[in-house]
């Protein structure tokens, strides 16, 4: 896709936000930014130029011994 302004990748994360235009209610990066600090983690948005985003979740490994599954 075409990507976001600068400007939009810095109010991305803000609850109800949404670059003029664009459908959709303004959440789902609000919410994913918030679960990844609720983990410890965080979301980066970077413009990929010439177009597009790069979008990174990031969240730390755990620690301590495998337990085994879930």
């Known amino acids: 896709g075409?990507?976001?302004?600068e400007e939009a990748l810095k109010e991305a994360?803000?609850?109800f936000f949404r670059a003029s235009g664009k459908p959709?209610?303004?959440l789902g990066l609000s919410v994913a930014q918030k679960?990844?600090?609720?983990?410890?983690?965080?979301?980066?948005?970077?413009?990929n130029r010439p177009s597009g985003l790069v979008a990174r979740l990031r969240l730390p490994l755990?620690?301590?011994?495998a337990s085994g599954p879930p």
Do not use: S
């Open 2 to 5: 075409p990507g976001m302004p």
């Open 13 to 15: 994360g803000r609850p």
């Open 24 to 26: 959709g209610e303004g």
């Open 35 to 47: 679960v990844a600090e609720a983990h410890g983690g965080r979301l980066e948005l970077l413009a």
């Open 62 to 65: 755990p620690t301590g011994g």
